[in-house]
């Protein structure tokens, strides 16, 4: 059975201060792994799609980087608004299986 | 360009009613998927849909639960005789192409309060 652990459950950053979110995974056969922001009462909004390890991603603070067994999501120099849930998901090919998400505070 | 919508936002119903929660995709998707989101829990598949068809619904309840997606108009998921832990939030999303390979769009979500 596919499952996605995301660590921590929760990070507090100051502004400015750079760190990383992992979304580990077993998968029977990966065929995507995706990153979503959730801010609260609203729906994930899609971020970085990644393929094949070794693969990398960017938008503006954010990076996603993919390896065999992980992900990892680099959040440079954070705003506060980058406060919100981070979900990562991988696709099997049949059915996407959705980690539990961190949530980011990011203090000014 | 519309995103994925929902309606309604907000939708509240007494034990033993029926919900019924709608969902229209992007312009031009036919592949729809419904999801469930408890407070403080990650989003569990529950049903995917291709125009007039169930492709998977191993997420969803056998019971109570059901969901179409009519060739003409938005997909809906259908929830009988409601409970107080179907209370959630019901996320629809989107996809051009299936195969779980391809990004998902999401709407805003519908929240179930089962008083």
Redesign the interface.
């Known amino acids: 059975e596919d499952q996605v652990t995301q660590s921590p459950e929760a990070l507090r950053l100051q502004e400015g201060e750079s760190s990383s979110l992992n979304c580990s995974y077993t998968v029977s056969g990966l065929r995507g792994l995706f990153w979503y922001r959730q801010d609260p009462g609203k729906g994930p909004e899609f971020l970085f799609t990644l393929y094949s390890a070794g693969e990398e991603k960017e938008k503006e603070r954010l990076k996603a980087t993919l390896t065999k067994k992980e992900s990892f999501l680099h959040i440079t120099a954070p705003k506060p608004e980058d406060s919100a849930t981070y979900l990562c998901a991988v696709g099997d090919g049949q059915n996407f299986v959705f980690g539990p998400g961190t949530r980011l505070s990011v203090l000014p | 360009n519309a995103g994925?919508m929902?309606n309604p936002r907000h939708l509240v119903r007494r034990r033993g009613q029926e919900a019924r929660l709608r969902c229209s995709p992007v312009k031009g998707h036919s592949h729809v998927?419904w999801?469930r989101q408890l407070p403080e829990?990650?989003?569990?598949?529950m049903v995917?849909l291709q125009k007039e068809n169930i492709i998977?619904e191993?997420?969803m309840p056998k019971e109570r639960f059901s969901a179409e997606f009519p060739k003409e108009g938005p997909s809906i998921l259908r929830i009988q005789q409601v409970v107080r832990g179907d209370s959630a939030a019901y996320?629809c999303?989107s996809s051009p192409y299936g195969?779980?390979?391809?990004?998902?769009?999401?709407?805003?979500?519908t929240r179930l309060t089962v008083l």
Do not use: H, I, R, T
């Open positions: 994925v929902q998927y999801y829990e990650g989003l569990k598949f995917y998977d191993s997420g996320f999303a195969q779980a390979y391809n990004e998902q769009f999401f709407g805003p979500g």
